[in-house]
């Protein structure tokens, strides 16, 4: 099969325009995991402040917008496979824009090797709801299911990964939330295993401190990391400045608005006395645990595959969104051309998309070949993958101050307000991550600096590099 190279001028390389609203919103909440979330996320929150767990993700809603906010400013603006390299390369110059990318491209790696883990995880979980189950390393087995499945449909046009994450996500969210309709109305009507009712002050601070609230809303503000990958799709976009600011909107707060429902009746349907709580910080798998108190066996049985499902479809989004970044450094002078080839049918950079997903694959064994777990996998790659992520996040922000501050600038400086709180709440997030932790966590900040280091250096050390890059990123799309 043939494919396109870029050999010579940027231009002589683009990738189809065809993605609509809908399907880049699908992209970013693909990547999001809804139902991965809702099952792991909750617990430590739950485990620090009680049951202010729905307010709790509240706040990060709250926090996860003003991150957005940079985003969705500045993808009106430009258009760019790169996304957070492109945007902060148009902002603060090419030099911070390939470094903002590569952390961002750290994150995507990262991430998608969590995934695999995640579908691990899961994929047990389901064979243990039918009764059987994988011991020692055969766990092992489930990520090489990934690879083939992440190829056979990473590899066709973009348009058929996004509508198999909208079905995959709207399956997924649908289950919660009749789950979470029928703990609601169980609870409600007395006939609850549990005896506190649907208590509403678990919609507030329920005499947490702000400063403890702030502490778990980071571990809520998980749930939406990757809300931004569908960004890295903006030159598939029919109408990139419209359609990408709006489908990240969307995505933010679609998913918010599911969070604070589903959360708040994980909370009433556990309980929200001190035995509830014990039981919400202690379970495995909330959403699981929940189905088989609520419903029945069966529709636990069914959660735990939808879990897996939508835990292919985030490692679909994440890899989906690392062979773009790729795709666009490659094509800017970083990394071999080969990567840089897109296949002329489908309009997908498919050397760029064996990489990723067979990188991730690979990530995954290697640490289950030294004796970690599908679960250890999940953990450790996430937590350094959000180390990157906040560093990325954080150019961004930064992006948008400089281009605000300058003359002429098309964003009014009131707005400056958003972008400063969005830098401090991130600030929140990496000080979580790296203080009170213990091995192997204490090592993960490390691991993630040394990444984002790595291509800090490359940016000075190559200024003809980042000279091509900046006059890509001017000559595509201009501010």
Not at 29 to 42: D, Q
Not at 360 to 365: E, F
């Amino acid at each position: 099969m043939a494919y396109t190279e870029d050999t010579a001028a940027p231009e002589v390389v683009s990738v189809k325009r065809k993605l609509r609203t809908w399907e880049i919103t699908a992209i970013s909440i693909g990547f999001m995991g809804p139902v991965m979330a809702m099952s792991l996320n909750g617990i430590g929150v739950a485990g620090i402040v009680g049951k202010a767990v729905p307010f709790t993700f509240s706040i990060a809603f709250l926090g996860t917008m003003l991150v957005a906010y940079s985003f969705i400013r500045l993808t009106g603006l430009i258009t760019h496979a790169g996304s957070v390299y492109a945007l902060a390369g148009s902002t603060i110059g090419p030099r911070a824009g390939f470094f903002g990318g590569f952390a961002l491209l750290g994150t995507y790696i990262f991430f998608a090797a969590c995934i695999v883990g995640a579908c691990a995880v899961f994929f047990e979980a389901f064979l243990g709801e039918i009764g059987l189950s994988l011991d020692g390393k055969l766990w092992m087995l489930i990520p090489l299911l990934i690879l083939v499945l992440g190829l056979a449909l990473n590899l066709r046009e973009s348009k058929v990964t996004a509508r198999t994450l909208l079905i995959i996500g709207f399956i997924g969210i649908v289950a919660m939330l009749v789950l979470a309709a029928v703990i609601f109305v169980t609870v409600g009507t007395g006939k609850a295993p549990v005896s506190t009712g649907i208590d509403f002050t678990a919609l507030s601070p329920a005499g947490n401190s702000f400063s403890v609230i702030l502490t778990a809303s980071v571990f809520a503000f998980l749930s939406w990391a990757g809300f931004e990958s569908g960004s890295s799709l903006g030159e598939e976009a029919a109408e990139p400045k419209r359609v990408v600011p709006r489908s990240l909107f969307l995505a933010v707060a679609l998913g918010g608005f599911i969070y604070v429902i589903v959360m708040f009746a994980q909370t009433i349907g556990f309980g929200t006395d001190e035995a509830g709580v014990a039981a919400f910080s202690a379970s495995e798998s909330t959403l699981t645990q929940l189905s088989t108190t609520y419903i029945g066996k069966w529709f636990a049985i069914g959660i735990s595959a939808i879990a897996f499902c939508v835990a292919l479809a985030a490692f679909l989004s994440s890899t989906a969104a690392a062979s773009r970044l790729l795709f666009a450094l490659s094509r800017d002078g970083f990394g071999p051309k080969r990567l840089a080839a897109v296949n002329p049918k489908t309009g997908v950079p498919a050397n760029a998309v064996w990489f990723a997903v067979v990188l991730a694959v690979v990530m995954a064994l290697a640490l289950g070949l030294f004796g970690a777990t599908s679960v250890d996998v999940y953990y450790w790659y996430a937590t350094i993958g959000t180390l990157c992520m906040v560093i990325a996040y954080g150019m961004t922000s930064v992006g948008v101050i400089r281009y605000v501050l300058k003359p002429g600038s098309k964003i009014a400086k009131y707005e400056l307000v958003l972008p400063l709180l969005a830098l401090a709440y991130l600030v929140l997030v990496y000080i979580n991550q790296v203080i009170g932790q213990e091995a192997p966590y204490t090592y993960f900040p490390y691991l993630a600096g040394a990444w984002c280091l790595v291509g800090l250096v490359i940016a000075l050390a190559k200024p003809d590099l980042a000279k091509k890059i900046g006059s890509d990123i001017t000559a595509h799309d201009p501010l």
